[in-house]
């Protein structure tokens, strides 16, 4: 005979990165709030709207999420009975000073003191904020650059000039 498994493995369902560290937990959908991250198709969001329906005859409440991805900026809506598990992805956002930027256009960043590791895989990007970044460096300045991180991708959002002066 084969059983389902049971409630308690739907519960500690957790996507583990090659380095062990989690890139999404599981939260009660009825938990997520706008400006919240939730996963919709395998992608991390940040929530814009929620709208919840009420209880019907035969079932349960149901929260209707819209969403933007992370990465791309498309717009992504998903439906989950607000009793159910959803998947949130893990996101930080580190600040980094902009060692270099090489040939190839790959930044070798320094994080502030106790946020990581130095890191030398992400691209510079070719939008306003990577050229941003690259005009500032390449006037001279002491650039810091913030880098939103989820599921293993990264992107820049944000450049600035370092006026505290190390």
């Known amino acids: 005979s084969t059983s389902k498994p049971g409630k ?3 519960q500690r369902r957790v996507a583990i990165t090659a380095g062990g560290a989690a890139k999404w937990i599981p939260q009660q959908a009825s938990a997520i709030k706008k400006g919240g991250h939730i996963m919709i198709k ?5 929530v814009v709207n929620i709208s919840t329906s009420k209880p019907g005859k035969h079932g349960s409440a149901k929260c209707n999420f819209t969403a933007i991805d992370l ?12 009793h159910a598990n959803v998947d949130v992805p893990i996101v930080t956002r580190l600040e980094y000073t ?3 930027i090489d040939d190839s256009g790959f930044f070798s960043l320094m994080p502030n003191e106790g946020q990581g590791e130095m890191r030398e ?10 050229e941003k970044a690259r ?3 390449n006037d001279g300045k002491d650039v810091m ?22």
Do not use: H
Request: net charge negative; with cysteine; proline share 5%.
């Open 71 to 82: 990465f791309t900026g498309d717009k992504k809506e998903a439906i989950s009975p607000g």
């Open 135 to 137: 005009t500032m460096f």
């Open 121 to 130: 895989d992400i691209r510079c990007p070719d939008d306003g904020e990577g």
């Open 98 to 100: 902009v060692m270099d």
């Open 8 to 10: 308690q493995w739907y």
């Open 145 to 166: 650059v913030t880098i939103l991180t989820a599921i293993g991708e990264d992107r820049l959002v944000d450049v600035k000039e370092n006026t505290k002066g190390n």
């Open 42 to 46: 395998g992608r991390p969001c940040k």
